[in-house]
């Protein structure tokens, strides 16, 4: 079905309160772990009804945030949201408990149990009015980056809208254009500190009702992170300031080179080529055509995938004044439809949408077959693989966006993918700063941010810039905002997805068994089973980030 054609009735909680209780009051008269099943696939298509009125709701809303009709919708799931976990919960710890486990675990998974335990850890009913009071903040910060109105260039334009001036080939202009950014944020400055602080005070609140020391403990949880924790994570951050630091500064010499500079200068971060950065040379329209042609051609799979995908009009890509700021997938369970939202700015990130945000939907539209719904609960980390695989998987068909440009796209890309680890890890190291130190103050939180600049990206110079040269940068990153403890997810991903680049220009049809592999195993194991299964090896084990670096230096030299 066409997403315009999708009906839509807002969900009443009252009566899904009642359909979980009358649910859990049959799952309790089951005589055994088959009629435990039944009742949990009627579990299925009332959460798979829930989520699917959710979603839509969501997605029009992010379309366009002035309508007033899903801004209301938009107000009261995020209100009632906190509730219906509860609820969910609530059921889910009768699955828990059964006496049928064994049966159920066999029929689910062991991942399933492992997450209904740790959802028994981040979620309790007392935490209701805390987490609505955090979906306000939020919906609030995200207001305002969307509310952005910058003169540039003779045109009113959102953040989205000036990025090709960020990264425009006349260095003037992209000084200019970074001149007008920083005073949007300059001017709301004072707004963005009192979110972030309400947002702090109200996670570490919502950790200490739960029985934890900070918020770091319920954010794992929170991240469904199942098999690794905070030591884990810690590691991997070390072996990136030991192996991948030197290797990006490396290739932000060699960018400063190439453009002809004396030294790199926040203005240029982003800016690969004199020319400037390839950009696609098709419309909107053509992209689109382009990426049906190339998925049709990588695999049967992909082709089916998109031509779905294209049918049901199942992507919202064009950049518009009212728009939500940047970009996702999410999933239509009872359409068993992905959906692909991002904001076409002119940009090569306009490529990148069709082959990351389409990596993602991909993933979607294979594990939407399988009636375990558990099997769908990827952790972020196994998800952003899919995505950013796919970036590497379609290098081949690049000429198609961006004609005789294509090779200069492919080595921004591989540039852009290994610098950005380091960048990741500073923004999860310095969460942790965050919710470990709660009682910060803005001024503080920014100390700490341009200190980790100094150790992560020792080359970046904000010369006399008065927001982002004091430590401000962050407060663009709407992941910090939104999905605190989300970015290592980025990291762990793109040293798994830098394998599969080294994969397949060895064994192209070798590393593409192993990447539908990954995709179809879904949740249905752990993170760390998972890779080794494939045959990648685990961010987390010594040495794994010098072997890919090893690798990689012969792609830059």
């Not at 219906?84 to 049928?100: D, G, I, M």
């Not at 319920?218 to 469904?224: C, I, S």
């Not at 060895?506 to 590393?511: N, S």
Request: hydrophobic share 35%; proline share 4%.
């Amino acid at each position: 079905m066409k997403f315009q054609d999708m009906p839509y009735q807002r969900v009443d909680f009252d009566q899904v309160e009642a359909q979980i209780k009358d649910l859990m009051e049959e799952f309790d008269r089951a005589a055994d772990g088959r009629e435990q099943f039944a009742v949990h696939e009627k579990f299925y298509e009332l959460t798979d009804r829930v989520n699917t009125m959710m979603t839509i709701a969501h997605i029009r809303y992010d379309v366009d945030t002035s309508d007033e009709f899903y801004s209301k919708e938009h107000e009261y799931y995020d209100e009632k949201g906190p509730v219906y976990s509860n609820l969910v919960l609530a059921y889910q710890k009768k699955l828990y408990a059964s006496p049928c486990r064994a049966y159920l675990e066999e029929k689910i998974g062991p991942v399933a149990f492992k997450n209904m335990e740790i959802a028994q850890k981040s979620m309790d009913e007392k935490l209701i009015p805390l987490m609505q009071e955090e979906n306000a903040l939020v919906l609030e910060y995200n207001k305002l980056i969307a509310s952005a109105k910058i003169s540039f260039d003779g045109k009113e334009l959102n953040l989205s809208l000036l990025r090709p001036y960020l990264v425009h080939q006349d260095r003037s202009v992209r000084a200019e254009a970074w001149e007008a950014q920083t005073a949007f944020f300059q001017e709301n400055a004072e707004k963005l500190d009192e979110i972030f602080d309400g947002l702090v005070k109200n996670r570490t609140a919502q950790a200490r009702e739960m029985g934890y020391e900070n918020y770091l403990e319920l954010g794992y949880y929170r991240m469904n992170r199942n098999c690794y924790g905070q030591k884990e994570v810690e590691a991997f951050r070390r072996q990136v300031k030991e192996y991948f630091v030197p290797f990006a500064e490396k290739l932000h010499d060699r960018r400063r080179k190439r453009l002809g500079l004396e030294k790199l200068e926040y203005i240029d971060e982003s800016v690969y080529f004199k020319e400037g950065n390839p950009a696609p040379t098709g419309t909107p329209d053509e992209i689109m055509s382009a990426g049906q042609k190339m998925y049709r051609e990588l695999s049967p799979e992909t082709g089916e995938f998109f031509d779905f995908m294209m049918e049901n009009q199942l992507f919202d890509v064009l950049g518009r004044k009212t728009k939500r700021a940047g970009g996702y997938m999410t999933y239509m369970p009872v359409y068993h439809s992905p959906f692909i939202f991002a904001n076409f700015n002119g940009t090569s990130g306009d490529v990148d949408v069709i082959t990351h945000e389409c990596g993602h939907a991909f993933q979607g539209y294979l594990s939407g077959q399988d009636p375990i719904r558990e099997h769908a609960d990827i952790t972020m980390e196994t998800a952003e693989i899919h995505s950013m695989s796919m970036e590497f998987f379609t290098e081949k068909w690049m000429p198609l966006f961006f004609g005789d440009r294509a090779r200069d796209y492919i080595d921004m890309h591989l540039e852009d993918s290994a610098a950005f680890i380091p960048y990741g890890c500073m923004v999860d190291e310095f969460q942790h700063i965050v919710y470990e130190n709660p009682d910060m103050t803005p001024a503080q939180r920014k100390a700490a941010w341009s200190r980790l600049e100094k150790e992560y990206k020792p080359h970046l110079d904000y010369g006399d810039n008065r927001f982002f040269g004091q430590g401000g940068f962050w407060q663009k990153q709407l992941h910090i905002y939104n999905y605190p403890l989300y970015y290592i997810d980025y990291c762990l991903a793109q040293t798994c997805a830098l394998q599969y680049k080294v994969m397949m220009d060895a064994d192209f049809a070798g590393a593409w068994e192993s990447y539908l592999k990954l995709c179809r195993l879904s949740a249905s194991d752990f993170f760390t089973n998972m890779i080794k299964e494939v045959g990648l090896g685990s961010p987390f084990e010594e040495g794994c980030l010098k072997n890919i670096v090893e690798k990689l230096e012969k792609y830059v030299k």
